[in-house]
């Protein structure tokens, strides 16, 4: 994981590197119309994309991961999946509307703060309070569905803890455990980041007892990672924990997680199905980080799908989501 100050207080992207059928756009089919929609943000307004799956249908906000990430799941930083829209577009096909969002400060939310960077984990709850409002104001629906990308599943069990409204969530290749323990397992995991583990590991302790870290004298893959401009985020970050939130949270919590992800791996997963054992869960076989079938363990061929919008989604996904959700009608 990979962190910056290029937005949204840091970016959780390449992991040191760095029953689905093809959605409509991929059957060779029209794309479902979406138009432009928008929220009160702090400053000014959030934006997003919503796709409306025809009246009474479930409604799911999409939270998109870490970084410059935007509401398709795309970034400047080489990831190009378009998983995100992938997603929704699916869902709509399935009879599920969707918001998929920018996050504050980014792209079309960036009226919504001045600085990208100066953000918090309850920063981003805020602003899933305001989508859900808008949302539920602009369709009728009692509640919404919550579902979050990598670090959006963080912000979405973080809102489970305070927000009403939420008819449920879904964590889509979201950690399990606090991130400086993720850190430590993608870094040493990786040969490539050998060189760099004792600086990164200095970092990551620093951060986690709360004090920032001079990252002047260290390599400069170590100063990006940790960009001093963004340590006040990831302090706040790295105080917390996934399990814990799934275990707090009450509501159907659906915990998907694909077996060729190279970023959140299974430790994440059993952790969080440990924490809430009524949660239900969706394991894809071969499915990587975002969301694309991978043939084999070769990290080349894993980290080559992220620059790949022409890829489908990894089979499974898209029905197993969408199951849930109807089965659960979250009735507020």
């Known amino acids: ?9 840091g970016a959780m992207l390449l992991a ?49 991961g870490s970084g410059p990430t935007d509401r398709d799941g795309n970034s400047p930083m080489g990831v190009r999946a378009g998983s995100l829209k992938l997603l929704a577009q699916g869902l709509a096909a399935r009879g599920i509307s969707s918001v998929r969002i920018d996050k504050r400060g980014m792209f079309g939310s960036k009226a919504a703060i001045a600085d990208a960077n100066k ?18 104001d602009r369709t009728g629906a009692p509640c ?9 599943a963080l912000v979405a069990l973080a809102a489970g803890q305070k927000l009403d409204h939420l008819c449920g969530l879904v964590s889509l290749e979201g950690a399990g455990r606090p991130i400086g323990e993720v850190m430590r397992e993608q870094l040493r995991s990786n040969p490539a980041a050998a060189a760099i583990v004792p600086d990164a590991m200095k970092a990551i302790d620093s951060l986690e007892a709360g004090r920032t870290v001079d990252v002047s004298g260290m390599s400069p893959v170590v100063a990006r990672m940790f960009n001093p401009a963004v340590q006040d985020y990831e302090i706040d970050l790295f105080h917390y924990d996934p399990a814990r939130l799934a275990a707090k949270y009450d509501g159907p919590l659906l915990i998907v997680w694909g077996t060729r992800d190279i970023q959140v791996t299974k430790p994440d997963f059993d952790a ?9 869960t969706l394991v894809i076989p071969d499915m990587n980080h ?12 894993n980290l080559a799908t992220y620059a790949n919008s022409d890829l489908p989604l990894a089979d499974g996904l898209v029905d197993g989501v969408a199951a849930y959700i109807k089965a659960h009608p979250g009735e507020d």
């Open 1 to 9: 994981m990979v962190f910056d100050g290029r937005g949204a207080g």
């Open 16 to 64: 040191m590197a760095m029953f689905a059928v093809p959605c409509a756009a991929q059957a060779g089919q029209q794309a479902p119309a979406e138009s432009t929609i928008e929220a009160p943000g702090p400053d000014g307004a959030l934006q997003g994309s919503e796709i409306d799956a025809g009246k009474g249908a479930p409604v799911a906000l999409i939270i998109p």
């Open 119 to 136: 953000v918090t984990i309850g920063a981003y709850v805020d602003d899933v309070a305001s989508w859900v409002s808008r949302i539920r």
């Open 144 to 152: 919404v569905w919550v579902i979050g990308h990598s670090e959006g």
């Open 272 to 280: 969080l199905t440990a924490a809430q054992p009524g949660a239900g």
């Open 290 to 301: 975002v969301l694309k079938s991978v043939a084999s363990d070769a990290r080349a061929a």
